[in-house]
């Protein structure tokens, strides 16, 4: 059926994501301009309230900015644009200090000072955390402030398309996915704070709204897009030989911080390996501990691995993994006693849409931050607990600059009749959608995972242009509903990590070709 629109919606600034990106920068906003906040569904569906083990910075006596600079730059080499690094990570404490602010909880020893812990890559203890739910205490105390604040609060809306005249962007197009109505957002600065892509992977980390709608929409509307070969795989997603169609009940994330408290990885039989890929063993950046597990399943013909931290006391490990914990338990495993099952999923998305050294893409009046975005501060490989630093760092940073540009406009110009649009809203059809999404995980997963060749990459590319062909023989042109916006973007960012990887023509960081060793 078509639907018209309803009144344009007029803001200063358009919002898209609810995770720490998003909210850090809304409430920075509030009270200076008009905001509006979307999210595709409830405000902490998102990746930021998943995150268990922390956010990086130097606030110990021990620990310096030099080193942590240094440790970055090492864990994503020559890719790592260095003012960017140092730039972030010397912003490192005042962004601490605001979470602080907000009422953000960290985990505290009992002489006051932060309990910080190590994970790989790092050469400090420098992790802050509260306990091994971070982000979920980060997402939860934004949000209660974000409320407290003049922020226009959208749930459930999934942004469509941005609406682009004479390069520059007025506005976005979004769907409510409760209503079936299509809606105009106008506004002067329009911000992607939408996350990564990990879900176009068959087994992901990731919340399944993780479709890289930022990415995908930035570059339908020209901008550019960089990285998008270095997709990170935690190495340590619990493994579940027969998971349930709500795949969070039963799979989650075993955060890094139990590796930095003395986690060992194990065979089945128990022997440990990791010393034969790397002297840090367990300790080696994420990269290499996901491609020795993949090695090791492949070479022994197993399904997972195991993650043992049962040499620490109990007291210490229902303490310091009080969530993990829990969830282990609910799956009949006592991690006190019994070895954690393994394997690694798509985590995280280094590459993104590119943006100067102020947030900034190179469409005017649109910027990018969190995970949608490309800073130079990853490299081809992330090092752990940077992601949420990178989130409140930018999403601070760009107020200034934005506050500058809308200063410069009195009024809101409504919607030019040429780009107003209908669509055709699908209303049924939503299990072949979703048979096409996992279509596209599994291409994904089986021929440009942890480790690919020339003649995957070939075939992964035709197979998803296949599957493009068939999805616009079947579906009108302007279709919309929130799976098909989904299924939409989804093939765009498979490209665009297919096309990227065939251009690597070496390997560095995450990404890994048989072909090149």
Not at 100 to 114: A, C, L, P
Request: hydrophobic content about 40%; charged content about 20%.
């Amino acid at each position: 059926m078509f639907k018209s629109f309803m009144k344009n919606l007029c803001y200063d600034v358009v919002i898209v994501g609810s995770g720490a990106a998003g909210l850090t920068s809304a409430i920075n906003l509030a009270g200076s301009s008009k905001i509006a906040l979307l999210s595709k569904g409830y405000l902490d569906a998102g990746s930021t309230a998943m995150a268990q083990g922390g956010i990086a910075a130097v606030v110990s006596q021990d620990d310096n900015i030099e080193a942590h600079v240094a440790d970055t730059m090492n864990i994503g080499g020559q890719l790592c644009d260095k003012q960017t690094v140092e730039f972030v990570i010397k912003n490192a404490s005042t962004s601490i200090e605001w979470l602080i602010s907000q009422g953000v909880n960290f985990s505290i020893m009992k002489n006051g000072s932060f309990h910080l812990t190590r994970e790989g890559g790092h050469s400090y203890r420098r992790i802050l955390h509260a306990t091994d739910a971070t982000g979920l205490e980060i997402e939860s105390k934004l949000i209660k402030k974000a409320h407290q604040l003049p922020i226009d609060i959208f749930t459930e809306y999934t942004a469509i398309d941005l609406i682009i005249q004479n390069n520059k962007c007025i506005g976005i197009y979004a769907f409510d996915n409760i209503s079936y109505d299509i809606k105009i957002f106008i506004a002067h600065i329009v911000v992607l704070a939408t996350g990564g892509a990990s879900r176009v992977y068959l087994h992901s980390t990731n919340p399944l709204g993780n479709t890289g709608d930022g990415i995908a929409m930035a570059w339908r509307a020209g901008c550019n897009i960089h990285n998008m070969e270095f997709n990170q795989f935690h190495p340590t997603y619990f493994y579940c030989k027969y998971p349930t169609t709500h795949a969070h009940h039963n799979q989650f994330l075993i955060s890094e911080a139990v590796r930095g408290e003395g986690g060992l990885l194990r065979l089945p039989g128990g022997d440990l390996f990791m010393h034969k890929f790397d002297n840090r063993a367990e300790l080696a950046p994420r990269d290499i501990v996901a491609r020795a597990i993949n090695c090791e399943m492949k070479h022994y013909d197993i399904d997972c691995v195991y993650l043992d931290i049962s040499h620490r006391s109990k007291d210490f490990i229902e303490t310091h993994f009080p969530t993990i914990y829990q969830l282990c338990m609910q799956q009949g495993i006592d991690i006190t006693k019994d070895w954690i099952p393994v394997v690694p999923a798509a985590h995280y998305t280094c590459g993104g849409v590119l943006v100067d050294n102020k947030g900034r893409t190179n469409i005017n009046g649109l910027y990018a931050i969190g995970e949608t975005s490309c800073t130079g501060l990853h490299g081809y490989n992330r090092m752990a607990s940077n992601s949420l630093l990178e989130c409140i760092v930018y999403g601070r940073l760009i107020v200034s600059d934005i506050i500058s540009v809308i200063k410069k406009h009195d009024y809101l110009s409504p919607l030019p009749e040429d780009l107003q649009k209908k669509f055709t809203i699908i209303i049924d059809k939503q299990e072949l959608l979703c048979s096409y999404k996992s279509e596209i995980r599994e291409i994904m997963w089986n021929y440009i995972g942890i480790v690919c060749t020339n003649k995957k990459l070939s075939i992964a590319g035709e197979k998803i242009n296949n599957l493009a062909k068939k999805i616009n023989e079947h579906f009108p042109k302007n279709a919309v509903s929130k799976d098909f916006i989904e299924l939409k973007n989804l093939i765009v960012v498979a490209n665009l990590i297919i096309k990227a990887a065939i251009q690597r023509k070496y390997n560095c960081g995450l990404y890994y070709n048989l072909d090149y060793i």
